[in-house]
């Protein structure tokens, strides 16, 4: 099965204090498999991490909190799909409405790379087709099949403010 994931930016909030839920990392998804560049300071390996679980964190409960830790104002999506707003409001947008098809909507993160300044996550999304997919004419009722598809998401880490930020890699 192939998949092509967007490649996205993700920045984080600096001014903004996390709720407790999105600030909790033992609550946030982790990697079955982690690959890391050795060479990056450990303080950097944590910032990177976190910031990348947040926003899988995101994608697997769809709660916006999360979202907002990671999303900043500047957030853009390389390669935005028709239909859908950039700036931060494009996943949460996506989110919502693929949720509404798929409410049990649930993502592991097969594997997380960090390599230099980059976290590459191999995600896979499982879920049932239960809901409605599309408005108006074009609507879509769920027939209860299994969803199962791959996600690669590629970021680029920084630092703006002593916050971990993720930028695109393109």
């Given at each position: 099965?192939?998949?092509?994931?967007?490649?996205?930016?993700?920045?984080?909030?600096?001014?903004?204090?996390?709720?407790?839920?999105?600030?909790?990392?033992?609550?946030?998804?982790?990697?079955?498999?982690?690959?890391?560049?050795?060479?990056?300071?450990?303080?950097?390996?944590?910032?990177?991490?976190?910031?990348?679980?947040?926003?899988?964190?995101?994608?697997?409960?769809?709660?916006?909190?999360?979202?907002?830790?990671?999303?900043?104002?500047?957030?853009?999506?390389?390669?935005?799909?028709?239909?859908?707003?950039?700036?931060?409001?494009?996943?949460?947008?996506?989110?919502?409405?693929?949720?509404?098809?798929?409410?049990?909507?649930h993502l592991e993160v097969e594997e997380m790379l960090m390599v230099s300044d980059r976290v590459?996550?191999?995600?896979?999304?499982?879920?049932?087709?239960?809901?409605?997919?599309?408005?108006?004419?074009?609507?879509?009722?769920?027939?209860?099949?299994?969803?199962?598809?791959?996600?690669?998401?590629?970021?680029?880490?920084?630092?703006?403010?002593?916050?971990?930020?993720?930028?695109?890699?393109?």
């Amino acid at each position: 099965m192939k998949s092509y994931a967007p490649l996205m930016s993700i920045v984080a909030l600096a001014t903004v204090a996390l709720p407790v839920a999105a600030s909790a990392a033992n609550s946030l998804p982790l990697p079955k498999s982690v690959v890391i560049d050795r060479s990056i300071p450990a303080s950097q390996r944590e910032a990177m991490s976190l910031a990348a679980r947040r926003y899988y964190a995101f994608w697997d409960t769809g709660d916006v909190l999360y979202a907002n830790a990671v999303l900043a104002p500047d957030f853009v999506d390389r390669t935005l799909p028709a239909g859908r707003p950039q700036g931060p409001e494009g996943p949460v947008f996506a989110s919502k409405n693929f949720r509404t098809a798929v409410p049990d909507l649930h993502l592991e993160v097969e594997e997380m790379l960090m390599v230099s300044d980059r976290v590459i996550g191999r995600l896979r999304f499982t879920g049932h087709f239960t809901g409605t997919f599309g408005n108006g004419a074009t609507a879509r009722q769920g027939d209860g099949r299994a969803i199962d598809f791959i996600a690669t998401d590629i970021y680029r880490a920084a630092t703006r403010r002593r916050q971990p930020v993720m930028r695109p890699v393109v």
